[in-house]
């Protein structure tokens, strides 16, 4: 088991966070990009940063965005569609967009619209 899913999520949202800022983008978009994966709405969202839930908590409360599957690339070196273990590609699948948001892909893209999602 990964050190990553005893972790709070509150303890990992603020790089997330920093990078995203880094960036020049905001904690609004990454709170919907959170939201679309997740399926959480913004209110569900914090109740879990304010009760310190562990990664692993976090992710078995979600409902996954249906389109999680069209998120494909690398992180850290390792194929993101690879990862064997469902939570860590869960894990991943938020590192992965969180990279993409932070490289300025727009949001519309990251969120894999409907029309943007690969078959």
């Known amino acids: 088991m990964s050190r990553i899913f005893t972790t709070a999520f509150a303890s990992v949202y603020p790089a997330y966070v920093n990078k995203v800022e ?6 609004r978009e990454l709170d919907a990009v959170i939201c679309w ?23 078995a409360a979600a409902e996954l965005n249906p389109l999680a599957e069209a998120i494909t690339g690398t992180v ?4 993101v569609q690879d990862v064997e273990d469902p939570l860590m590609r869960r894990v991943r699948y938020l590192d992965k967009l969180v990279d993409e948001l932070a490289k300025g ?11 943007t999602a690969r078959p």
Do not use: Q
């Open 76 to 79: 850290c070196g390792v194929r």
């Open 22 to 27: 880094r960036k020049g983008r905001t904690p």
């Open 105 to 115: 892909r727009p949001l519309e893209k990251v969120l894999r619209t409907e029309a």
């Open 37 to 59: 994966l997740t399926g959480f709405d913004e209110p569900t969202l914090r109740r879990h940063l304010d009760a310190a839930t562990t990664v692993d908590a976090f992710f």
